[in-house]
T-cell receptor
Framework: AQSVTQLGSHVSVSEGALVLLRCNYS??????LFWYVQYPNQGLQLLLK??????LVKGINGFEAEFKKSETSFHLTKPSAHMSDAAEYFC????????????FGQGTELSVKP | DAMVIQNPRYQVTQFGKPVTLSCSQT?????MYWYQQKSSQAPKLLFH???????NEADTPDNFQSRRPNTSFCFLDIRSPGLGDAAMYLC?????????????FGPGTRLTVT
């Protein structure tokens, strides 16, 4: 079965600092991976996705993620944090042959200090 | 703009009183999903419709049911809400349930059970 682990339930950075949110996956087949962001009392918004094309994926709001098969990782980064980046971030893998079911990590709450 | 709409955004119901949550989409997507998200947790898939084909998750309680009268609308019915059903309910859509396709989420309905 596929699974996702997000290291760190809370990450705090200063405004302008590098953002690094960690995601490791487990999959017996080439994975399809997604990062979603959730602001308080809102739904999830897709930041970016990996579907076996380029290993470095660029998303919205200046975020990007790199797929590393050898490390089974798909970490999310942003060079310079903005106050508006404060939110919950979910990494997810799409189940193989399960109707597109998303398996989510437990989420990482990002705080940005002024 | 094409989008996923959920009504109401906030719903209060009494213990044991049936409640229905609504989701509509203007994306003309084939797949509609219902997720339950409890506080500080990742979303958990309850079921999905692929066109008119209903697919229930094995661990979804019988108390939860769904209807999809047409492509645009999908409803979540909770027959006898318990205190443990208080959560955010998220509707999502996808063009197809092949795993390469991302899901588009609505803003959610926050359900309170008194």
């Amino acid at each position: 079965a596929q699974s996702v682990t997000q290291l760190g339930s809370h990450v705090s950075v200063s405004e302008g600092a590098l953002v690094l949110l960690r995601c490791n996956y487990s999959s017996s087949v080439p994975p399809y991976l997604f990062w979603y962001v959730q602001y308080p009392n809102q739904g999830l918004q897709l930041l970016l996705k990996y579907t076996s094309a380029a290993t470095l994926v660029k998303g919205i709001n200046g975020f990007e993620a790199e797929f590393k098969k050898s490390e089974t990782s798909f970490h999310l980064t942003k060079p310079s944090a903005h106050m508006s980046d404060a939110a919950e971030y979910f990494c997810a893998v799409s189940e193989n042959n399960q109707g597109g079911k998303l398996i989510f990590g437990q989420g990482t709450e990002l705080s940005v200090k002024p | 703009d094409a989008m996923v709409i959920q009504n109401p955004r906030y719903q209060v119901t009494q213990f044991g009183k049936p409640v229905t949550l609504s989701c509509s989409q203007t994306l003309n997507h084939n797949v509609m999903y219902w997720y339950q998200q409890k506080s500080s947790q990742a979303p958990k898939l309850l079921f999905h419709y692929y066109d008119k084909d209903f697919n229930n998750e094995a661990d979804t309680p019988d108390n939860f049911q769904s209807r999809r009268p047409n492509t645009s609308f999908c409803f979540l019915d909770i027959r006898s809400p318990g205190l443990g059903d208080a959560a955010m309910y998220l509707c999502a859509t996808s063009r197809d349930r092949r795993r390469a396709y991302e899901q588009y989420f609505g803003p959610g309905t926050r359900l309170t059970v008194t």
